[in-house]
């Protein structure tokens, strides 16, 4: 491992290609901006960076567009209704984050605004280490070190740090640590960000165009493209479950709205049995359920989960035991492994049998 780099060289040499580089985002203000004195909104910077875990920019974009013109602000975001920040988060996955997102508005409103150190956003419900640092530096340009997967890959390359991750994890940040600059340090975040993500990409590094190309002892001893190291992952747990999908005689679908804690928390779906390797069936409604052939697969970040599909059309006079029948209930509403059952139930006879007499 190396670790004689010069940082001030290694900052300067980045910012100065981040300042012709850098991506284009719709959270950003571009380094043109920025040495104009404009300064980011930490709203913006906040959601987008919560947005971002777990997730791609190429799959942020939209959503962002679409909170951000529903809820300009953070005043606006405290205000919504639950049930809508989570219909406009369905699809994007990991659903504590949506709920997260409410309490940590809310909390931001009652103080009337975000902090602008590290501890208070620290403090805030569901700003964790790694967002805490991303802000301050990137809205409030404090020396903060940002370290996310892009970051680990830069750095485990341009100190050759073979130990496999997550057990380099911190010495990764420790070497991230002495590189961080105190002028521009928001910048020189976005920047390390737009080089894992452009450049010193997880496959085939284009070393060549590499800004950091002479400081990098990877690239150097021809080891760029197998850093950073991973120890093997371990087998995802297979679970199962029954989905059942049911419409009332007036097309109004039987939908519950799942704990508010736990996976899916809080968000609407079909009523079902537990996920586990031998889940019991649990019916909602008493019915003539229909099995249908196949299965719904999905995978969550610990487990793999299939879902056995039933059906039913239901009088009006049907008392379910749990859900609500909701009439003009939007499937696009449903998180993604719920709105995949919906489709598989669309494959079958739900639609096409005559309403129960």
């Excluded at 920047?191 to 002479?214: F, K, Q, Y």
């Excluded at 679970?239 to 519950?256: H, K, Q, S």
Aim: aromatic fraction near 8%.
């Amino acid at each position: 491992m190396r670790d004689e780099i010069d940082p001030n060289q290694v900052s300067g040499a980045l910012l100065r290609w981040y300042d012709s580089a850098a991506r284009v985002l719709p959270w950003r203000i571009g380094p043109a901006e920025g040495a104009a004195g404009i300064r980011p909104d930490p709203y913006r910077v906040w959601l987008s960076e919560v947005m971002l875990q777990q997730t791609t920019v190429a799959a942020v974009r939209d959503y962002f567009h679409r909170f951000t013109a529903r809820w300009p602000d953070v005043q606006a975001l405290a205000a919504a209704e639950d049930a809508a920040v989570m219909a406009e988060w369905a699809g994007l996955g990991y659903y504590a984050r949506a709920r997260n997102l409410l309490a940590c508005a809310r909390a931001v409103a009652a103080q009337g605004g975000f902090p602008t150190d590290r501890e208070g956003l620290r403090a805030l419900p569901g700003v964790g280490a790694y967002t805490s640092a991303a802000i301050a530096a990137i809205a409030y340009d404090q020396p903060e070190t940002v370290v996310d997967g892009n970051v680990e890959r830069v750095v485990s390359r341009l100190f050759a740090v073979t130990e496999p991750l997550p057990k380099s994890k911190p010495a990764l940040t420790r070497l991230a640590e002495t590189l961080t600059p105190t002028q521009r340090p928001g910048d020189f975040a976005q920047a390390m960000m737009d080089l894992g993500a452009t450049i010193c990409t997880p496959r085939n590094p284009r070393c060549a165009e590499c800004p950091l190309a002479g400081f990098c002892a990877a690239q150097a001893q021809g080891i760029a493209a197998s850093l950073p190291a991973k120890a093997p992952k371990a087998a995802k747990p297979q679970r199962r479950g029954f989905a059942y999908v049911a419409l009332r005689e007036d097309g109004a679908p039987l939908v519950e709205t799942r704990p508010a804690r736990g996976l899916l928390g809080g968000m609407p779906g079909w009523p079902g049995s537990d996920w586990s390797e031998a889940p019991v069936p649990a019916p909602p409604v008493p019915a003539d359920w229909s099995t249908l052939p196949g299965t719904v697969r999905h995978t969550f970040t610990h487990f793999h989960l299939e879902l056995t599909v039933l059906t039913a059309r239901l009088p009006a006079t049907a008392q379910p035991l749990r859900g609500a029948f909701q009439p003009g209930f939007d499937p696009a509403s449903l998180p993604t492994v719920m709105r995949k059952v919906w489709e598989h139930a669309a494959t079958g006879d739900l639609f096409a049998d005559p309403p129960p007499r």
